[in-house]
């Protein structure tokens, strides 16, 4: 079984400012890592994903993510953030070795871009 | 191409009364997920199709939650009756058959709101 954390719930930050929202998982099987974003009344949307290879990954929209192993962490980053990153953004583990294996999500971060 | 499409987009309705939400994947997308998301807590797993078979129903909450998918195209999940506590966002999901830990695509979402 995994479980993924999302420690902050909400996290405001100034327009062009960095930004991290950090996301750890647990589990006993090796997993795929994902972000996505839900923006104000839309469908979740694909950020970035880890499958294997470089553990730093980028993803649309300047985002990106690096995956640590050792600290079962998977941190979203972005060096500036603009008004329109304000969303919803939820971070995601599936088993690697169970085909089309549904998504175990984290509770979300809601990121707020102030002006 | 088209989106994943959810209908209806909110849906309020008593204690007592049956709802079938409704899910049209991404054409030619085998695998098919429902989704919900309770009162802002994590997204949770409720049942997986591959073309018109349960996959896996391993987190459909009770009996009174039926999902069917006839012909493998669109799925349909009823709540009969439902309760309280059936509120949320359900989301509905769909990916490729053969792309292992690839990604799925949601659609926007029902709220369903039951008073």
């Known amino acids: 079984a995994q479980s993924v954390t999302q420690l902050d719930s909400q996290v405001p930050v100034f327009e062009e400012a960095p930004v991290e929202l950090r996301c750890n998982y647990s589990s006993s099987v090796s997993v795929y890592l994902f972000w996505y974003v839900q923006y104000p009344n839309q469908g979740l949307q694909l950020l970035l994903k880890?499958?294997?290879?470089?553990?730093l990954v980028k993803g649309i929209n300047g985002f990106e993510a690096e995956f640590n192993k050792s600290q079962t962490s998977f941190h979203l980053r972005k060096p500036s953030v603009h008004i329109s990153d304000t969303a919803e953004y939820f971070c995601?583990?599936?088993?690697?070795?169970?085909?089309?294996?549904?998504?175990?999500f984290g509770p979300g971060t809601r990121l707020s871009v102030l002006p | 191409e088209a989106g994943v499409t959810q209908f209806p987009s909110h849906s309020v309705i008593e204690k007592g009364q049956t709802v079938t939400l409704r899910c049209d994947p991404i054409?030619?997308?085998?695998?098919l997920y429902w989704y919900r998301r309770v009162m802002g807590k994590e997204i949770k797993f409720l049942l997986h199709?591959?073309?018109?078979?349960?996959?896996?129903e391993s987190g459909m909450p009770n009996n009174r939650f039926l999902a069917e998918r006839t012909g493998g195209t669109y799925s349909t999940l009823k709540v009969q009756p439902a309760e309280l506590e059936d509120s949320g966002v359900y989301f509905c999901?769909?990916?490729?058959?053969?792309?292992?830990?690839?990604?799925?695509?949601f659609g926007p979402g029902t709220r369903l709101t039951v008073t």
């Open positions: 199709f591959v073309k018109e078979s349960k996959q896996d």
């Open positions: 880890y499958l294997s290879g470089s553990t």
């Open positions: 995601a583990v599936s088993d690697r070795d169970n085909y089309g294996q549904n998504f175990v």
């Open positions: 999901a769909s990916s490729h058959g053969h792309d292992r830990g690839g990604e799925q695509y």
């Open positions: 054409s030619g997308h085998d695998n």
